[in-house]
């Protein structure tokens, strides 16, 4: 059986609003396997470029200007269904490392890394693996346990438990009778976006239409 095949270079964006931040990464992981295609400094650039660049891997900082860099995974994820997105920030909270993970990170990495550890995370994530420091995962596995175990036994449906966060505060608009353009001024997103979540949202639940979601939600016990 035969390896799948590295490209000749994994192509990296990076989005974090300090220069000498976004200089010091770009030194640490260009190589002759690891290329820098694009750097940002705010959500909303990243918004606009990375659809177009389609990265191999986004590296993320949380702490950005106006939209932060959960919502950013939120919003890029469903967008770019082939693009690895990895946290690189300072932040250790159990809330932001939840919240990435859940919306669509493949890692999460503080700016202490060392350059080779961060090259192989970057390898990590472009090959599928989690790319997070032991440390965090065993935390992160932790939370996850200690999460389910007060979870509701009974009544849940299991695909509706499937949906990101944005999924499901746009099911509960759709079941509330908003339209894509209410949805999307009430979660400050696009109507186009809220269609992409919506087109995600029948897929996961297996139905045909936003009317059978939207009751799908609602009788929910």
Do not use: C, F, W
Not at 22 to 37: C, K, N
Not at 70 to 77: D, F, G, K, P, S
Not at 125 to 130: F, P, S, V
Not at 173 to 179: E, K, N
């Amino acid at each position: 059986m035969t390896e799948p095949r590295r490209p000749a270079r994994i192509r990296v964006m990076l989005v974090d609003d300090h220069a000498l931040v976004r200089a010091a990464v770009t030194q640490a992981i260009v190589g002759p396997d690891i290329e820098m295609v694009g750097e940002v400094a705010t959500a909303e650039e990243a918004l606009r470029i990375a659809p177009t660049v389609r990265p191999d891997v986004l590296l993320v900082d949380i702490d950005l200007p106006g939209m932060d860099g959960v919502q950013l995974v939120r919003e890029l994820a469903p967008r770019l269904p082939d693009t690895r997105i990895v946290m690189l920030t300072v932040s250790t909270s159990d809330r932001h490392l939840l919240d990435a993970m859940r919306n669509g990170a493949i890692g999460y990495l503080t700016k202490d890394i060392a350059p080779d550890a961060l090259q192989r995370a970057v390898r990590s994530a472009y090959e599928g693996d989690l790319a997070m420091d032991q440390r965090l995962a065993a935390h992160l596995i932790r939370r996850l346990v200690e999460k389910s175990r007060h979870a509701p036994s009974s009544g849940d449906d299991p695909e509706l438990a499937t949906l990101s966060d944005r999924e499901e505060e746009v099911l509960r608009s759709l079941a509330d009778g908003l339209t894509d353009r209410e949805i999307g001024a009430a979660l400050t997103i696009s109507p186009r976006t809220v269609g992409t979540h919506v087109s995600s949202i029948l897929h996961k639940l297996g139905v045909r239409n936003r009317a059978e979601a939207a009751r799908r939600y609602r009788d929910r016990a």
